[in-house]
């Protein structure tokens, strides 16, 4: 015996059987453990829907995932069954709770009770706040870049002019801006009408997470030609008749809104009109012709000149007669 034990090959063989031994008993006790319970299946159920119970038209919960993943075990059968019907909801019930913040856990029904039922995440934290409805006028916007150059923007409206915006108090009461921004591409010189979304922002600018009713709002954009309005200057040219004092002259508008090139525009000071006073007799309104720089335009062609003049004009004749008269008087 002692020999045996001795010997290599001898002590190779008996571990080689013992091993095939050890192999057989653990297989046969796994094969019948699956007989008496064939419970050795898993699956995962992912977006599961998360309903939410609470009183909806007075407050707004925070916090809350849209989904879960549910992780089920047990049967094959059950796990099938389970996929199909899809009877099963998970939930939070929050109706008994009050306004501020909670831990809350998330519960399930409608599984069989021979299934191993597990929820990812298994508990929240949410925030219970009242529900606020108010109503802000929108700011209409575009950007300047979209125009084309020398063109601005002469006035802008939106249709309706306010909306309606529900949410948490705390998000209502954080609200700085509510927008409908107008998009399209670069190089617009004509004036248009356009859906927009409202967007509501609080001081950073950052996206609230509300209800706008309606979402979408028509804005109106007026778009024109660059302009300034711009003084008119009245330049006499001629000389008055002898007898004929002009008192009082101005010109209808004052001024004039001048369109064109922005540049050219600014540097502009003034807009001069000649008015000749030679055949000036009578107190009166004339009109007088208007000229522009190139590239430069007004909606008239032409202003009135109101003059206002005294005395009478002396005639040749009468004039030979003073003149006379004065000769004579030496």
């Given at each position: 015996m002692d020999k045996l034990f001795d010997s290599y090959w001898a002590l190779r063989?008996?571990?080689f059987?013992?091993?095939?031994?050890l192999f057989f008993y653990v297989k046969t006790g796994i094969d019948a453990g699956r007989e008496n319970n064939p419970t050795a299946d898993l699956d995962i159920l992912y977006n599961v829907p998360l309903e939410v119970y609470y009183d909806d038209e007075n407050l707004l919960v925070t916090g809350l995932p849209e989904t879960v993943d549910v992780t089920i075990s047990g049967s094959p059968q059950?796990?099938?069954?389970?996929?199909?019907?899809q009877d099963y909801k998970v939930f939070v019930d929050l109706n008994s709770l009050m306004i501020g913040e909670h831990h809350v856990p998330i519960q399930y029904e409608g599984f069989s009770d021979k299934l191993n039922v597990s929820i990812e995440p298994s508990s929240v934290n949410i925030g219970i706040e009242e529900r606020v409805t108010k109503e802000f006028k929108i700011d209409p916007e575009m950007s300047n870049r979209l125009l084309a150059d020398d063109?601005?923007?002469k006035d802008m409206t939106v249709n309706p002019s306010t909306v309606k915006v529900t949410?948490?108090?705390s998000v209502i009461e954080s609200i700085s801006y509510v927008k409908a921004t107008v998009t399209g591409e670069q190089g617009i010189k004509e004036s248009f009408e356009q859906d927009a979304n409202v967007k509501v922002l609080n001081t950073d600018l950052n996206r609230l997470d509300v209800v706008v009713q309606p979402e979408k709002v028509k804005v109106k954009a007026e778009i024109e030609e660059y302009s300034r309005?711009?003084?008119i200057t009245i330049k006499q040219t001629g000389q008055l008749k002898e007898g004929i004092s002009l008192d009082k002259i101005f010109a209808e508008p004052s001024k004039l809104k001048v369109y064109g090139k922005k540049a050219l525009i600014d540097e502009l000071k003034e807009i001069v009109v000649e008015f000749d006073v030679s055949d000036l007799e009578e107190t009166g309104s004339y009109e007088a012709k208007l000229k522009l720089p190139e590239?430069?335009?007004v909606k008239a062609d032409a202003v009135t000149i109101?003059?206002?003049?005294?005395g009478e004009p002396v005639s040749p004749a009468e004039d030979v007669a003073e003149k006379t008269e004065a000769d004579s008087a030496e």
């Open positions: 063989i008996i571990a059987v013992l091993a095939l031994a059950l796990i099938a069954q389970t996929k199909i019907r063109y601005v923007v949410g948490a108090k309005e711009v003084p590239g430069m335009s109101h003059a206002e003049v005294s």
